[in-house]
């Protein structure tokens, strides 16, 4: 469908970028202004697209991007118009691996977390089933749950996964050539990884972001960058 939106969504840190990476090679045209270059923490580029962090105050951009591809971090997800439909790949990593990216990233900038590791954990962890629930509830909302952890192990596999999903013929073969397993830097063990990454994302779907933890996720996605 030419006049659906595709959406690369997640936590930062949670292999976005590197989706965007995927679809561009398998022949999906990506919405990007590169204004964030790339660096350190993404040498590959981060995908981006600034009108995406302004949403919340103006989607009329969302007109010139129907058929492509935009990245969008999770939180700002609820301020897509429910007139316009979306295919959306959540990507979800080890939440461990995720915080330590993300306090490289901000060390980096001289910054420092919002939360400690386990509060931050916990929060992500609401906001996550939180946005879940509202996903699968969303009737103008078609949505793939792809695992980073898993991708990186079994690139092909997702990768017609995905082709599949979004009913495009897209070069798998390109797809799984752009999957760069040097760039996977923050890695807990194997067994604590599939601890992690087996559990199913409906479970967090019971829990509750308070308004103060909602507060600080927000602070930390901005001063990372993303929103």
Same mark, same amino acid.
């Given at each position: ?48 697209? &600034? ?5 919340? $105050?103006?989607? %009329? ?7 492509? *591809?935009? /990245? !969008? =971090? ?78 990186? &192990? ?5 990768? $017609?996964?995905? %082709? ?7 070069? *798998?073969? /390109? !797809? =799984? ?51």
């Amino acid at each position: 469908m030419h006049e659906t939106i595709t959406i690369v969504s997640g936590l930062p840190r949670s292999g976005t970028s590197m989706m965007m990476r995927m679809l561009e090679a398998g022949g999906m045209q990506v919405a990007v202004d590169n204004i964030r270059k790339a660096d350190e923490d993404n040498p590959m580029g981060y995908y981006e697209l &600034e009108s995406v962090k302004k949403i919340k $105050e103006d989607a %009329s951009w969302l007109d010139g991007v129907q058929g492509k *591809v935009i /990245k !969008m =971090v999770s939180m700002l997800l609820y301020n897509l118009p429910h007139e316009k439909n979306f295919n959306v790949v959540f990507m979800s990593r080890n939440m461990e691996e995720i915080l330590a990216s993300q306090r490289t990233m901000l060390q980096r900038k001289g910054q420092t977390n919002a939360l400690d590791d386990k509060e931050m954990a916990e929060s992500y962890k609401k906001h996550l089933g939180e946005i879940i629930k509202w996903l699968n509830e969303s009737k103008n909302m078609n949505v793939l749950y792809l695992e980073y952890n898993n991708l990186i &192990e079994n690139p092909r596999d997702n990768a $017609e996964k995905i %082709s599949s999903f979004l009913n495009s013929k897209l070069d *798998v073969d /390109k !797809m =799984v050539d752009v999957v760069d397993k040097s760039l996977y830097r923050q890695r807990v063990s194997r067994s604590e990884t599939q601890g992690v990454t087996a559990q199913s994302l409906s479970d967090f779907t019971e829990m509750t972001l308070k308004d103060q933890e909602k507060a600080k996720v927000e602070e930390q996605l901005k001063s990372l960058g993303y929103m």
